[in-house]
């Protein structure tokens, strides 16, 4: 019997994850190497791939999902996701993993990546919850391999010690936190149809006929990149935002640190309605974020904040026309292969639509309530995942039974 990672106050039983997968007809398997399938392999319209940057938290993270031919996906079929599979990056951050949705079924497992298909013998909902608690996270860390950056492979995923309870213990538990996450979907989706409502109303806006085209320049009193930030675990100190806080046209302040305030000046404190934009890097420059926030933070020196003169532009007008120009923003980056870097001076000369001032003022009441319901949901959001990741060790441990904890959720969703 493997030596527990999660002690069980009820002497469940530990057994291997690579036992779990093999005796209940699944695998633990390494995505595609890059021989097999080559960055002109990937397309604009196709079978989307998941590579490690759209594993989020027990979900994939679709944005900007890489794709291939159905050609390449038939040759690849042995890579190819089912439902409640668990996805692995196989560098960097190697505690992350994503749960595959049903609508997910079809997906490559991408170059970087590995998949663990858990099958029969055990609840595949449970164990990717399981595989999120805080000691297990530490575990695959330990375990990792790779002197710069940590590595991940399927001897050591296979040899990972899973405590499990009996079947309908594993379902109740499963079912208990996926309650709360399934809450956060919904919200999410609010939060998206509201976002998509304000673009619409905006881009309406700035087709009329009396809209202008501004120098984006010409319309801000600060164009400036981040701080060098000298990190602190101290959880009263200041909040940086990094490059992977800034996804979706929204700071998400989950990968986000805390630096040292007195090395922040005044201008790099974020003010509400500054607009954020990934300044380097390749897969992530040129993404576009509106800061609507009450905290004091600021960004690294891989963000660059836009602050726009309220007298020459409504700022939540301007930072709509940032970001549906954000395709435009993506084509600024100079620079070789790994490096790309967009300048100020690249930025500050974009070209903006804006609707009227007149108009503006008549729409501004109109975006700032659909964004206002947005932040509402992902705050509410924040806090059931705070409550689900508080509730996850003592359930994998039977400290708390799932009726107990069941009380606690009650008024949550």
């Known amino acids: 019997m ?48 998941v ?51 049903p ?42 391999v790779g ?36 809450k956060i979907a919904v919200n999410d989706r609010i939060a998206a ?31 400036t990149r981040g701080v060098a930030p000298k990190y602190t675990d101290d959880p009263d100190e200041l909040i940086v935002i990094n490059q992977k806080c800034v996804r979706g046209g929204r700071v998400s302040l989950e990968p986000a640190r805390k630096t040292l305030a007195e090395k922040v000046r005044e201008p790099k404190l974020l003010h509400r309605d500054d607009v954020l934009v990934n300044s380097t890097g390749v897969g992530t420059l040129g993404r576009v974020a509106r800061w609507t926030f009450a905290e004091r933070a600021t960004v690294d020196s891989h963000v660059t904040i836009v602050r726009f003169n309220p007298e020459r532009i409504d700022p939540v007008c301007g930072g709509f026309a940032m970001l549906a120009a954000q395709a435009e923003i993506e084509a600024l980056g100079e620079g070789s292969t790994g490096q790309t870097e967009l300048s100020r001076a690249q930025l500050g000369g974009l070209k903006i639509r804006v609707p009227s001032r007149e108009v503006a003022i008549a729409l501004r009441p109109q975006l700032d309530a659909l964004e206002a ?28 039974r799932v009726r107990d904890a069941e009380k606690v959720v009650e008024g949550a969703v």
């Open 103 to 144: 609508q997910q079924s079809g997906w490559l497992c991408g170059t970087g990546c590995l998949r663990v298909r858990v099958g029969a013998a055990a609840n595949a909902k449970f164990i990717s919850y399981y595989l999120g608690h805080p000691e297990v996270r530490e575990w695959i860390m330990r375990h990792a």
């Open 193 to 223: 149809t509201a976002r998509a409502l304000g673009t619409t109303k905006f881009v309406e806006a700035a087709q009329l006929s009396d809209a202008v085209d501004v120098r984006l320049s010409d319309m801000c009193v600060a164009l």
């Open 2 to 49: 493997a030596e527990p990672i999660v002690k069980s106050t009820i002497q469940w039983p530990t057994v291997s994850l690579g036992e779990i997968c093999s005796t209940g007809g699944g695998d633990i398997q390494t995505g595609p190497f890059g021989s097999q399938l080559h960055a002109a392999d990937y397309v604009p319209v196709g079978v989307p791939s």
């Open 51 to 101: 590579m490690p940057q759209n594993i989020g938290d027990n979900k994939i993270v679709e944005e900007g999902i890489a794709r291939i031919t159905p050609e390449d996906a038939k040759r690849l079929s042995r890579y190819l996701l089912r439902p409640e599979d668990i996805v692995y990056s196989r560098r960097g951050d190697v505690t992350r993993r994503a749960l595959v949705s």
């Open 147 to 182: 002197a710069t950056m940590p590595n991940l492979n399927t001897t050591i995923l296979s040899s990972l010690p899973v405590t499990i309870p009996p079947a309908a213990d594993q379902a109740s538990i499963a079912d208990l936190l996926g309650a709360l996450d399934e």
């Open 373 to 400: 319901k947005s932040d509402a949901v992902l705050a509410e959001s924040h806090v059931l995942a705070e409550l689900r990741d508080a509730l996850l060790p003592p359930l994998m441990s039977g400290e708390i």
